[in-house]
């Protein structure tokens, strides 16, 4: 009996003439997402998609979960349309189900030439099922198991099961946008929500070595890896940073410290943009959280570009945050002790709502476009795929 991963999408079937587009991208972010494994024929058709199951079937299911845009997923057998293969197979899925008293029968018909009803498919999987099993009893209304049953023009699809999925919408459908890659538990997290709404994300990492290690480098990769696990992949761009910064404490106010770095990274992340053709800037930032994450110093950072910036994490608090880094397993890279620049030379009393004129006169000391170009002549550009 063939056995096949079948994938379900939500909000894509929503998508009006442009649903194929979004279908045609789903597929390749699953094909992409079992390359390595042994090759097999996808196929998509009525709404769903199906995957054969022939070695490492727990592999796939690992990897297929973390597609953005499938909502759900389940081990399905697959059966010649006849009443006896359907209701043989369903006895043989139920036979695997190890807890439960109460079941119900549920059919799905598309295919409208099969001679019997749904009603009366659902009647004739449950009576075998009753006849062919122990104690069981049947609950339409709040069963302890539900067996599906999908009668479609090439099979019939049975399950009992239903493995839930991260939803959202396939990645690369809604465009391109670069992220700022800190060291910390936030910005990660905020690139995955990102990469949730279909955004194909580009990663952007401001090193200031020697005052930040090596080490806190690598530490930004493996950031990069655990998330290119929802994406297939990451470019990632790591900016040297180093004399941005001796520049800035060299010759700015100290108050101004932290909003004149985020106005020159905004400003770097600006270029990446527009090459890299990206329409928005993902930022890990939440509202209030540092001196740099208030409304007046968020105005007064943006106004150095005219590229969108998202900020995912906007009113989430640091613990929902916690919580969503240790889902996507992050969390335990973001916590190792390797500085990022962003910990570098922070005053004792930063500005928590700067106006705008002071800052632009504090940067007249600055070459900005000399500094800037320096900086991205010496960013290196790496390619980042999963375990």
């Not at 059919?107 to 009753?130: A, H, N």
């Not at 997290?189 to 690598?218: C, D, N, Q, Y």
């Amino acid at each position: 009996m063939e056995q096949v991963l079948l994938i379900r999408y939500g909000e894509i079937s929503l998508k009006g003439k442009n649903r194929h587009q979004f279908e045609r991208r789903l597929l390749q972010n699953v094909k992409d997402a079992l390359k390595g494994l042994e090759p097999r024929r996808i196929e998509l058709a009525y709404g769903r998609m199906y995957v054969p199951l022939k070695e490492n079937a727990e592999a796939v299911i690992e990897r297929v979960k973390k597609v953005f845009g499938i909502v759900s997923v389940s081990v399905a057998a697959v059966v010649p349309l006849e009443i006896e293969a359907i209701c043989e197979a369903a006895l043989q899925q139920f036979n695997q189900v190890k807890e439960g008293e109460t079941f119900k029968v549920e059919t799905q018909r598309p295919y409208k030439q099969f001679p019997l009803q749904s009603p009366e498919i659902s009647r004739r999987v449950g009576g075998y099922l009753l006849k062919n099993t122990g104690n069981w009893k049947v609950d339409v209304h709040n069963p302890d198991v539900t067996v599906n049953v999908e009668v479609r023009q090439e099979g019939a699809y049975v399950y009992t099961n239903k493995i839930p999925c991260l939803g959202g919408l396939p990645v690369g459908t809604t465009g391109r946008a670069v992220l700022l890659l800190s060291g910390g538990i936030d910005s990660p997290v905020a690139g995955w929500m990102g990469m949730k709404r279909g955004l194909e994300i580009v990663g952007l990492h401001f090193h200031s070595f020697p005052f930040t290690s090596e080490r806190s480098k690598e530490k930004v990769i493996d950031l990069a890896r655990k998330i290119s696990a929802y994406s297939g992949k990451v470019k990632l761009y790591v900016n040297h940073f180093t004399e941005i910064q001796k520049a800035i404490r060299k010759n700015c106010p100290e108050q101004y410290y932290v909003t004149i770095m985020r106005r020159m990274m905004f400003r770097i992340a600006d270029r990446i943009c527009r090459q890299e053709e990206a329409k928005a800037i993902v930022t890990g930032e939440s509202l209030g959280q540092v001196a740099s994450q208030t409304l007046e110093s968020m105005g007064v950072i943006n106004e150095v570009t005219k590229i969108p910036v998202l900020r995912p994490l906007i009113a989430l608090d640091k613990l929902e945050i916690i919580d969503y880094a240790q889902k996507i397993d992050t969390y335990d890279i973001s916590i190792q002790p390797y500085e990022d620049c962003c910990t570098l030379f922070v005053p004792k009393h930063p500005a928590i709502r700067p106006k705008l004129e002071p800052v632009q006169k504090a940067e007249e000391a600055l070459d900005i476009e000399g500094l800037i170009q320096e900086s991205v002549d010496k960013t290196e550009v790496l390619v980042i795929y999963p375990d």
